[in-house]
């Protein structure tokens, strides 16, 4: 069965820490892998697109690692700010552009 | 450039009743796609249009879901009768047309409809 777990289920840190989500996948064929950002209220919004052959992706304050080994993958923060306060998103990309969504992680930055 | 537009944001109608919500891409996107999150649960596909054709709408829960995309640019998505567990956020979100299954989809800020 094409599932994407997500953990934790929510999350709560201090501004300026860092903190690292997780995401293991049963999906085939796999074609790439994603993280998505959304704010309360809003659409997601793509953070980075990982393929089988990329082990790291970054995007300002955000780096995404991929294992396809152990189909895991993680989406580490750092220096966390207020605006980092939304729900992450690991997404798994099946041949022919079909999307599989995990629940998400709560993220929630405290000052 | 303006993004993914999706009417109405909200949606409050009573069961048996018929809903129509639309989605206008991003110009110049052939891909467009809809989503759907029910309450607690993980977004899931609905269905993948290619300009004006319906490229796979294996997600699609029932008939009594109706997808149209004429002429290739905006979509409309009807429920016709509506079910209580129709409510939820339904998301459209596009992207261009290349290849490499790659491509960044670009979401809306999705229809929340609530059927009492």
């Known amino acids: 069965k094409n599932q994407v777990e997500q953990s934790p289920q929510s999350l709560i840190i201090l501004e300026g820490k860092n903190c690292t989500l997780q995401?293991?996948?049963?999906?085939?064929?796999?074609?790439?892998l994603r993280w998505y950002k959304q704010d309360t209220g809003r659409g997601p919004v793509s953070l980075t697109i990982?393929?089988?052959?990329?082990n790291t992706k970054s995007n300002g304050r955000y780096t995404a690692t991929l294992d396809a080994d152990t189909k895991q993958s993680s989406l580490h923060i750092t220096a966390s700010q207020l605006s980092d306060s939304a729900s992450y998103i690991c997404v798994v990309s099946r041949y022919g552009n079909k999307l599989v969504f995990g629940a998400g992680t709560i993220l929630r930055v405290k000052s | 450039e303006a993004g993914v537009t999706q009417f109405p944001s909200h949606s409050v109608i009573e069961k048996g009743q018929t809903v129509t919500l639309r989605c206008d891409p991003i110009?110049?996107?052939?891909?467009l796609y809809w989503y759907r999150r029910v309450m607690g649960k993980e977004i899931k596909f609905l269905l993948h249009?290619?300009?004006?054709?319906?490229?796979?709408e294996s997600g699609m829960p029932n008939n009594r879901f109706l997808a149209e995309r004429t002429g290739g640019t905006y979509s409309t998505l009807k429920v016709q009768p509506a079910e209580l567990e129709d409510s939820g956020v339904y998301f459209c979100?596009?992207?261009?047309?290349?290849?490499?299954?790659?491509?960044?989809?670009?979401f809306g800020p999705g229809t929340r409809l609530l059927v009492l």
């Open positions: 990982m393929t089988f052959s990329e």
């Open positions: 979100a596009s992207s261009s047309l290349r290849t490499s299954g790659r491509e960044t989809q670009y």
């Open positions: 995401c293991n996948y049963t999906v085939s064929p796999f074609s790439n």
């Open positions: 249009f290619v300009k004006e054709s319906k490229q796979d």
């Open positions: 110009s110049g996107h052939d891909n």
